[in-house]
């Protein structure tokens, strides 16, 4: 007999005794009738060793839609996919997956530290209301959560906070996420769906490995940053030569963990009160992307001075140039956003906003950084990414020629010793250029290239030495 067949049999008992109970109630004093009363709840008790919470869909005078029950479903949507027989498939608001449900009158077993328990599903159904225009049944679904009174600690003590907390985590694990931008004062979002991940991120693998397990272990650490008593926040400073990864690993980030992603442009914001009120709408699980700092911001909290900034202007179209136009140009406006501006925020205001947010800056020229905003504590990590080595390119070559081995690699790799190149120069030699392209075509174009830096290199320092 089904778990919930059995419940409805000891309820229609309970039903019969109470049935029975009231016609007593005619005929007996006050006084009999209390100890009655009295002794069959001893009885219910001991005949229905079981407790049944009950959670519906909507609650309050408003009738929101409750989050204990959209929690529940989430964690149960795994129970459900194994155990039930009946399912509901739906694609939810804002998720980007199918998410599956038990249907209505459904049930399935949990277990929980050794104690199992039972959730059944079910739904309620009004009569329309005669006044009302709209003539839809009324149906109030609902939950309904069975287990030992004797395990009672268990469940409201751990359990049910286990379940909440789980059914929270697939919702934001499926949950579609977004890329905001800001223009002004004001966000504006798309679908964020790019496609890097850290194991496509061509880098030196232990500090991949070093990177991944940082941010895993901030993801995990609410209760500690609540514990000492600090915002639960962490920078990241990404510094490097254009075109080694920056921005691929910001974006490596938000899927790894699941977060949105705000670019924030700071040239585009007025002032102060202006950055204040952005950074006070980012949402909690997001990653808050400032490129380029050295060029948006007022390092010093005044103005640049016109000529260093046009000389830090021809160096960024230098940079530009190099990279074969991978950077999108800027429009030369300057803000008042001052320094410590923008780090009083990140310090003060966010502690008083909780939730998880990274930040991270990205520069190409980490020694014009002012001492204020590298030193340790504001951002907690400095990465740097580099030029192309062997790993990395053995990397790029897997992920874009499908090979992890080749009798070119050797060569390549002497090449890469020598040789300054960026990934998004090596990536853009293995790119294949036609459907059935021989990789060793791309492997010898990328030797090539590196041969003929190499000898470049090697005219400009004969040169430098003449000069000296
Ligand atoms: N480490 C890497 N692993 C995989 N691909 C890379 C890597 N570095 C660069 N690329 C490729 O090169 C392109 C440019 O890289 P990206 O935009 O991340 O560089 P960046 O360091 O942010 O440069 P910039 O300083 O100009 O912002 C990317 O689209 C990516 O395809
Ligand atoms: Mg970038």
Known sequence: MKQGDMFAQIGSIIASLMFIWAIFQQFFPYQLRNQIEKYSQKLVTFIYPYIQITFHEFTGERLMRSEAYSSIENYLSTKASTQAKRLKGDIAKNNQA???????????????????????????????????????????????????????????????????????????????????????????????????????????????????????????????????????????????????????????MANLLGYDLYDLELTAVKDNTELRKLLIETSSKSIIVIEDIDCS?????????????????????????????????????????????????????????????????????????????????????????????????????????????????????ELLKEVEITPADVAEHLMPKTASGDAEIYLKSLIQALELAKEEARVKSVEDSKKL
């Open 297 to 413: 911001l007022d390092l010093t909290g005044q103005r640049r001075k016109k000529k260093e900034k046009r000389e830090l202007e021809d160096e960024e179209k230098d940079s530009r140039e190099k990279k074969g136009g991978i950077m999108e140009e800027r429009d030369g406006k300057t803000s008042n956003v001052t320094l410590s501006g923008l780090l009083n925020f990140i310090d003060g205001l966010w502690s008083a906003c909780g939730g998880e947010r990274l930040i991270v800056f990205t520069t190409n020229y980490v020694e014009k950084l002012d001492p204020a905003l590298v030193r340790k504590g504001r951002m907690d990590k400095h990465i740097e990414l580099s030029y192309c080595g062997f790993e990395a390119f053995k990397m790029l070559a897997k992920n874009y020629l499908n090979i992890e081995s080749h009798n070119l690699f050797g060569t390549i790799c």
């Open 98 to 252: 199918l998410v599956l449900s038990m249907d209505d009158h459904e049930e399935v077993g949990d277990e929980f530290n050794g104690v199992k328990l039972w959730w059944a599903s079910g739904k309620n159904i009004s009569k329309p209301n005669s006044f009302s225009l709209h003539h839809n049944i009324d149906e109030k679904r609902y939950y309904k959560l069975t287990f030992h009174k004797h395990n009672r600690d268990v469940i409201l003590g751990t359990y049910l906070n286990y379940v909440l907390k789980e059914g929270k985590a697939i919702k934001v694990k499926n949950r579609q996420r977004k890329l905001y931008t800001n223009s002004g004062s004001y966000w504006s979002h798309v679908v964020f769906e790019h496609p890097s991940t850290f194991e496509t991120l061509a880098m030196d693998f232990e500090k991949k490995k070093m990177i991944i397990d940082d941010l895993i272990t901030f993801s995990k650490a609410g209760e500690f940053y609540a514990r000492i008593g600090r915002a639960w926040k962490r920078g990241y400073l990404l510094y490097g030569p254009p075109g080694t990864g920056k921005s691929t690993m910001i974006a490596a």
